[in-house]
């Protein structure tokens, strides 16, 4: 049984779409999708955004920190959950420096699609003709898997895992451990995104980003993320965005914020945090949004870089 007993998240990169490097971006960053989370003594990364570069360099500093030598050196571990392989959710992948130390251990989990799995799309992706290295010249011991929606992921301190989930028992995290549950929705254009959920020590984070809610709410989502302590949600819109008379975001994938409070109300999560934003939304806006949210929900927070929560 792991020593640590902390469950902890900090958010790395809260933008949709493209990064933006500009000053009107710097109170709630420009880096694309990442959150960090901590579980147990056990690192999960949730997308790999522009923003897991940055977590990528504090971790190479911590490991140099950490002994005189390579093999001196306590390992970089992590698990990567990819929620799906649109390009503002990879883009990270390639600068992520951890990869090019030959200690590190690294799983990868996503959706496979129809015809190919995760590492052929990655390496088709990211590697071979857009990359000067190849998926298979990275000097870390990382592995890739296709998930299924019968799957959990189980995390401890022998290792991880993947076992086919048969009885509720499977879905309870035991003393010590993490246990990472997930299901495919379809309401993200072309092949769908994964939503996952990461249970330690009896509580819960869920993370649905790049989803489209419907009307009367998501009922899949308000099962799976039911009393969950954290709700991280896909709020790409305001309402007046997506209903736009000239240039509406219905069936674009994606929510608004109005969707992801009666998400966090159907699930009974108890904190919810407002993520994925629309790359037009500047400073000020998101803003005038945290200031209208906050005075209606006191446990809904607009995602910024660096946001961090203890469950």
């Known amino acids: 049984m792991s020593k640590e007993k902390n469950f902890s998240v900090k958010l790395r990169g809260v933008r949709g779409s493209y990064p933006l490097p500009y000053k009107d971006f710097l109170e709630f960053g420009g880096n694309t999708a990442c959150v960090e989370v901590n579980a147990g003594g056990h690192l999960i990364i949730i997308d790999a955004g522009t923003g897991l570069i940055n977590l990528g360099d504090e971790l190479i500093r911590e490991h140099i920190a950490s002994g005189p030598s390579l093999y001196e050196r306590k390992p970089v571990e992590a698990t990567l959950l990819l929620s ?57 011991k990382m592995e890739i898997f296709d ?9 401890n301190d022998e290792g991880t895992t993947v076992k086919r989930v048969e009885t509720k028992e499977d879905l309870v ?67 007046e965005d997506y209903m736009s008379s000239y240039a509406p975001k219905q069936g674009f994938g ?37 200031n209208h949210y906050q005075t209606e929900c006191s446990d809904a927070y607009v995602a910024y870089e660096g946001l961090e929560i203890e469950l």
């Open 84 to 140: 799906h392989i649109h390009q503002d959710h990879i883009q990270g992948f390639t600068f992520f420096k951890p990869a090019n130390i030959a200690t590190t251990n690294l799983n990868v989990f996503g959706a496979a699609s129809y015809n190919e799995t995760l590492a052929d799309e990655l390496s088709d992706l990211l590697f071979t003709k857009s990359f000067p290295l190849d998926l298979g010249d990275i000097a870390a």
């Open 147 to 155: 998930l299924e929606e019968t799957d959990c992921i189980v995390i």
């Open 173 to 239: 995290a035991k003393d010590g451990e993490v246990v990472i549950t997930c299901y495919k929705s379809y309401a993200h254009p072309q092949d769908g995104v994964m939503i996952y959920k990461i249970s330690y020590d009896g509580k819960s984070l869920v993370y649905a980003s790049d989803k489209e809610s419907y009307v009367g709410g998501d009922k899949k989502l308000a099962m799976f993320a039911k009393d969950c302590d954290l709700l991280i949600h896909d709020a790409q819109y305001t309402t």
């Open 254 to 290: 994606h929510s608004t914020f109005d969707m992801a409070l009666e998400a966090k109300q159907q699930a009974n999560a108890k904190k919810l945090i407002f993520f994925h934003f629309d790359p037009s939304y500047k400073d000020d806006k998101l803003s005038e949004i945290r």
